[in-house]
C-alpha cells in the first residue's frame, strides 16, 4: 500500500485517512482550524469561540465570562457551540430588536 496521504491531498479544513489501496478525506472537527486526525484533540489550532483545555479544543462559555456579552435590557445570553445568542427573558419577546413585556 502506498501513503497516498503523504503528498497531503486533502484541504485544509480536512485529514488525510490513509486506505488499502486508496485514501479519503474526512472533515476536521467543527472546533479545528487544521487538523491532523478525527476529534477535538487533533486540531492544529482552535476556531473562534473555542479554547484549547487538556489538549482539546472545548467551547468558551460566553454567557459565563465576567464581560455581559448581552447588554440589552430584559435579555439572557444562550451559549451554543463556539458561539453564543442572546434572547429576550421569558416574558419578553423581540420587538425591532427590543425586549417588550407580553
Not at 497516498?4 to 479519503?24: I, V
Request: hydrophobic content about 15%; aromatic content about 4%.
Amino acid at each position: 500500500d502506498l501513503d497516498e496521504c503523504a503528498a497531503s491531498p486533502c484541504k485544509d479544513h480536512q485529514y488525510c485517512l490513509n486506505t488499502d489501496g486508496s485514501f479519503s478525506c474526512k472533515a476536521c472537527d467543527t472546533s479545528c482550524v487544521g487538523c491532523t486526525g478525527e476529534g477535538s484533540d487533533k486540531c492544529k489550532t482552535c476556531a473562534s469561540g473555542y479554547v484549547k483545555e487538556d489538549e482539546r479544543c472545548t467551547d468558551v462559555d460566553e454567557c459565563n465570562i465576567p464581560e455581559k456579552v448581552c447588554t440589552k435590557e430584559h435579555q439572557d445570553c444562550v451559549n451554543t457551540s463556539g458561539s453564543y445568542k442572546c434572547v429576550c427573558s421569558a416574558g419578553f419577546e423581540d420587538k425591532d430588536g427590543t425586549c417588550v413585556q407580553t
